[in-house]
């Protein structure tokens, strides 16, 4: 089992994702962002703040499963980078706490604990049950579908 074996709220699974407490935020990173993309150079940025997060090679459990999951089935996977974006403007405004980027396409992902989330502005819902049935599998296989879609 990849998640820890006690129950979390949201913020534990998430701190649990990205491997640092994320209590306290820059207030540049919570500033209101114009559109998606200003929002996404902000995150690309400021990835420092998470621990030092390696959008290259994620550091937890649960991010380099995802991360090698995609990887895999992408036949170009040396440009994939998963970014950090918990607790700023994309998480704040549009609901996004991380995303996929290779060769200049985006897929995001919301995490959540709750199993009825009915509605989400990311491309993906990524629970904390997904991680404990095995289900990020399937779900990184998508991922890495919508990332080749963009590389026709």
């Known amino acids: 089992m ?4 006690d129950p979390q709220d949201g913020h534990g699974f998430q701190n649990e994702f990205c491997g640092c ?3 306290e935020v820059k207030p540049k990173l919570k500033k209101k962002v114009r559109n998606f993309r200003e929002g996404v150079l902000i995150v690309k940025e400021c990835q420092y703040l998470y621990g030092h997060w390696n959008p290259r090679r994620p550091r937890t459990p649960l991010a380099q499963c995802l991360f090698h999951k995609v990887k895999s089935r992408l036949n170009t996977g040396d440009d994939l980078r998963l970014f950090i974006a918990i607790n700023t403007a994309l998480d704040l405004w549009m609901g996004v706490d991380c995303f996929f ?3 200049g396409m ?3 992902i919301d995490l959540t604990v709750s199993l009825y989330k009915k509605y989400y502005k990311a491309d993906f819902l990524l629970t904390r049950q997904d991680f404990v049935r095995n289900h990020h599998y399937k779900k990184g296989d998508m991922i890495a579908r919508k ?3 963009g590389r026709r």
């Open 2 to 5: 990849l998640v820890q074996s």
């Open 21 to 23: 407490d994320l209590t």
């Open 101 to 103: 980027e290779c060769n």
């Open 106 to 108: 985006i897929v995001t």
């Open 147 to 149: 990332l080749a879609q």
